[in-house]
């Protein structure tokens, strides 16, 4: 047998609770220069291009989204899946 939601909900008297130690915190500040710094990935690409020597072994693939392939044949989608990626 399930517990209903009435089941599970329990109302705590008022005289327990301590209003006067609870806190209400601001909302933190906007950050907007965050927005615009470079992502982890755009700055390995950069290190990438800089570098005469990169390591075969770090590959970098790019990001790509279930939207792209929405349209997309099922039956293709594994193979144009892996044309993407770095070999």
Known sequence: MRPSITRLVRIIPRSALKIDQARVFPA?????????????????????????????????????????FA????SLRTRMKRLLKET
Request: charged fraction near 30%; charge should be positive; avoid cysteine.
């Open 71 to 74: 349209r997309v044949d099922a």
């Open 28 to 68: 933190p500040a906007p950050q907007p220069l965050e927005m615009f710094k470079p992502t982890v990935i755009d700055l390995l690409l950069r290190q990438k291009e800089e570098s005469l020597n990169w390591p075969a072994n770090i590959r970098i693939e790019p990001v790509v989204k279930k939207k792209i």
